[in-house]
């Protein structure tokens, strides 16, 4: 089977331990986790995992349904990069130097990056964008001697117009109604 990128969301409550947990599905599969980010969710007291991965269908079925059966995992999805808009934040730091240089300065407005911070030592840049675009600006800036270099996990949200979770929440309400009125 082909193996293609995958962004895995994951729901839960901010449990300590729940990060291992969901990483030693990973381990146990062999699958190297590409990304990882993890932060607050549109839904109060809800945190949201983004993690990417390369695998194949098959496999992706059976990582989501083992991260689903963790107590503490509200609910797992999976998307391709077509129902998905992500971006990536890289960080770059330049010698104030070499800032100075034209060549230095069309590269950084080329890529549509921004300067954070300018030190007499240092110079910090920023861009937002995919790992192919972060990692092509480093390749250009490093000509000039990169200082050091930092890409963040993957961000992401879903083309669908509302959020997965909350249709999953709105379901289960709809069936438990249900249930207590029979």
Do not use: W
Not at 77 to 100: C, F, R
Not at 117 to 141: K, N, P, S
């Amino acid at each position: 089977m082909e193996k293609k990128l995958y962004t895995i969301t994951v729901f839960s409550e901010n449990t300590p331990g729940l990060l291992n947990q969901i990483t030693i599905v990973f381990t146990r599969r062999q699958l190297n986790i590409e990304t990882l980010s993890v932060s607050p969710s549109s839904i109060e007291g809800i945190h949201k995992f983004t993690i990417s991965v390369y695998c194949d269908a098959d496999m992706i079925e059976k990582v989501i349904k083992q991260i689903d059966k963790r107590i503490d995992v509200i609910k797992a999805y999976y998307n391709v990069d077509e129902e998905l808009v992500y971006q990536e934040i890289a960080l770059y730091k330049v010698s104030t130097e070499d800032l100075l240089d034209s060549k230095l300065e069309s590269i950084i407005r080329k890529y549509n990056a921004r300067i954070l911070e300018v030190d007499r030592v240092y110079t910090i840049i920023e861009m937002t964008g995919h790992t192919e675009e972060t990692q092509q600006l480093f390749e250009e800036l490093n000509k000039f001697n990169v200082l050091q270099f930092v890409r963040s996990g993957r961000i992401s949200i879903t083309k669908s117009p509302i959020e997965q979770l909350n249709d999953y929440l709105d379901k289960r309400e709809i069936r438990r109604k249900e249930i207590e009125g029979k």
